[in-house]
């Protein structure tokens, strides 16, 4: 299932997009640089044009009391998931997940994630198999730590996993190693034609998952 990362300034072309796209792709991941161009009206905009959950990548990152703070304002914004880190800890987490669903960071796709947070990312297994959040980020670009994090991980967490295309990831890689959603960008909204870069993608999904 294909999550679309949305990450334009502007607010007519992500509507645009996002309707271009519409019968191709399962929710819609909005990050700062929409928010910080359009507004955080955008998220509930996005949702009633498309009916699609909408994810808010935030990547929250604060004490206890300020995540709360935040994260309120983003779940009444009309956002369904908001994505988290976890290795500020077990509390500030939690401070969201109990006002909504959210997606935690166990490890990053990009290649600085070497130096810090993959070293980390059993504790942050540990995390997520305790407090059960909807779902995990895993990266992309390395399905082999793709399998590993769902080998262990607790069943019914779902794994997403960003990096595909843009990045140098492989969709049927990540979903071969166990990511529930890819997470895509500018592989669907940089392109020429985004209807048809989705379009491709969702068959190159859809034959590996039936085949
Ligand atoms: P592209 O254009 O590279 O966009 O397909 C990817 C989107 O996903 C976000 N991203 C991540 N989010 N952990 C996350 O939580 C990651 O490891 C990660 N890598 C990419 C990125 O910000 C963009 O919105």
């Known amino acids: 299932m294909i999550v679309l990362a949305l990450d334009v300034y502007e607010r007519e072309r992500a509507l645009r ?3 271009d796209v519409r019968e191709y792709i399962s929710m819609i991941k909005v990050n700062w640089p929409l928010i910080l161009g359009s507004g955080i009206g955008i998220i509930r905009e996005l949702k009633e044009r498309t009916g699609l959950p909408m994810i808010a990548d935030l990547k929250l990152a604060d004490i206890p009391n300020t995540n709360r703070l935040v994260a309120k304002k983003v779940f009444e914004a009309g956002a369904d998931y908001i994505i988290v880190h976890g290795f500020v800890g ?3 987490v939690r401070a969201i997940m109990e006002l909504g ?9 990009h290649p ?3 130096e810090f947070i993959q ?8 995390i997520a198999n305790e407090i059960e959040p909807f779902g995990v980020i895993a990266p992309g670009t390395r399905p082999e730590r793709v399998r590993y994090i769902r080998k262990m991980l607790k069943k019914g967490i779902k794994i997403f996993t960003p990096g595909i295309g843009a990045q140098g990831g492989s969709a049927r890689k990540a979903l071969e190693a166990g990511a529930d959603y890819i997470i895509v960008g500018r592989r669907i909204y940089g392109a020429e034609d985004p209807r048809r870069a989705a379009e491709e ?11």
């Open 90 to 92: 077990r509390d500030s």
């Open 112 to 114: 600085g994630a070497e």
């Open 201 to 211: 993608l969702y068959k190159e999904v859809r034959a590996w998952s039936s085949g």
């Open 101 to 109: 669903e959210i997606i935690m960071v166990v490890e990053m796709s």
């Open 119 to 126: 070293p980390v990312a059993d504790k942050l297994i540990e």
């Open 17 to 19: 997009i996002a309707e």
